[in-house]
């Protein structure tokens, strides 16, 4: 006896098109209808809302506290974090994958090591991972470090063309941050900046204090230099601007290192709390007239979703948090700003994905809707 198929219309969307092009292939007696065939493809392939606007406005930064173990370990339930919140841009930083290139040879910041057989088989992990959905719609950008350090990775999905991507706070740009720290984007009305700033340390040494303070400067002197057009500036920022960013201020002011003080008493304290990065960070804020979008929208403190850092759960720094992850934009773009959250909460970690930083996302609106409301 034939089989006979009656088409069933259901309100769910098609993972893929594979069900379509099936029934294309059988025998005609056992076909759905034509017509049917193509509604589907037309629902699988209309527009996405992101394919509708001229330029990113979803945006999330993350510091993955090593990309390739949240792609081994944290993996699934990160992409239905992604497949939800559906940003248009992904920050990433703390990448922890090294550039590629062989031992003593020049290294490509750009591209994953993959000159050994283990860098080959977790640069193949890494490239299974982001060619399936959500991650295949988008284009990554990295900037890596020598070695298992550091790097950031920029995805934007591809109905954005960025018009210039470089990794430098130098004008020109020309070449890649030491360690992979920055990825800049320039679209047509504003940049993105992703930073990995240099933790502070806890001593006056070349790797510590003077190297957060050149950074600082350096951080100031770009803001001002590209002042011509609005900056959304985000990542891990290490530093904790007020009290308030902190969960415990008074543990934070008096930490310290194996009982060091630093001669300094603007240098005492947490890295990331001590008064001097935090009146740095006002400054560069102040100078490059730029607002911290999360407390433009939040006040007050919220001692469960109010930290984008939490120590760890076992030991003294148990319950012990920090807001260190930020979206910071030009005074020019905070009128926009629709929403700024940290999606991680407790200190239990949850939402963190396995990292020590939770996702802070940004939402603005479109510059056209609000062009039509003045």
């Not at 069933?8 to 005609?28: H, L, Q, R, T, Y």
């Not at 990113?56 to 993350?62: G, S």
């Not at 950008?141 to 950031?152: E, F, M, P």
Request: proline content about 5%; some cysteine; glycine content about 6%.
């Amino acid at each position: 006896m034939k089989r006979r198929y009656e088409p069933f219309i259901s309100d769910e969307n098609f993972s893929n098109a594979d069900a379509v092009f099936d029934c294309i292939g059988d025998p005609p007696e056992e076909r759905f209808d034509l017509a049917f065939c193509g509604s589907l493809l037309e629902k699988q392939y209309k527009p996405t809302l992101s394919e509708n606007k001229k330029e990113p406005t979803k945006l999330l930064t993350w510091n993955a506290n090593s990309f390739l173990l949240r792609i081994k370990n944290n993996w699934a339930e990160f992409t239905k974090f992604i497949e939800s919140f559906d940003p248009d841009v992904i920050a990433i930083q703390e990448v922890r994958m090294p550039a590629a290139g062989s031992k003593c040879a020049p290294k490509n910041p750009r591209e994953l090591k993959d000159d050994t057989s283990s860098s080959r088989e977790e640069k193949l992990v890494v490239t299974r991972a982001l060619s399936n959905p959500p991650f295949k719609n988008y284009n990554v950008w990295w900037s890596l470090s020598d070695s298992k350090y550091a790097g950031t990775a920029l995805f934007i999905k591809k109905c954005f063309q960025p018009r210039k991507v470089s990794f430098s706070l130098d004008a020109k740009g020309s070449k890649h941050e030491r360690d992979g720290r920055v990825i800049l984007a320039e679209f047509e009305t504003f940049r993105i900046l992703n930073t990995y700033v240099p933790n502070n340390g806890w001593k006056e040494e070349e790797s510590s204090f003077p190297r957060r303070r050149k950074w600082d400067k350096r951080m100031q002197e770009f803001v001002l230099a590209t002042s011509d057009k609005p900056l959304i500036w985000c990542g891990d920022l290490n530093v904790s601007h007020e009290d308030i960013d902190v969960s415990h201020p008074e543990f934070f002011s008096a930490a310290k290192l194996n009982g060091y003080i630093p001669l300094n008493k603007e240098d005492c304290g947490q890295p990331g709390f001590t008064l001097a990065e935090r009146r740095r960070f006002g400054g560069i804020l102040k100078e490059g007239k730029l607002v911290d979008a999360y407390r433009f929208l939040h006040k007050d403190s919220d001692m469960e979703c109010g930290f984008s850092w939490s120590g760890n759960p076992v030991g003294k720094y148990r319950g012990k948090r920090m807001r260190i992850d930020y979206f910071i934009v030009s005074e020019k773009l905070k009128d926009r700003i629709v929403s700024c959250e940290m999606h991680g909460h407790g200190i239990e970690l949850d939402g963190f994905y396995g990292s020590d930083h939770c996702p802070v996302s940004l939402e603005l609106s479109e510059k056209d809707a609000d062009a039509k409301q003045d």
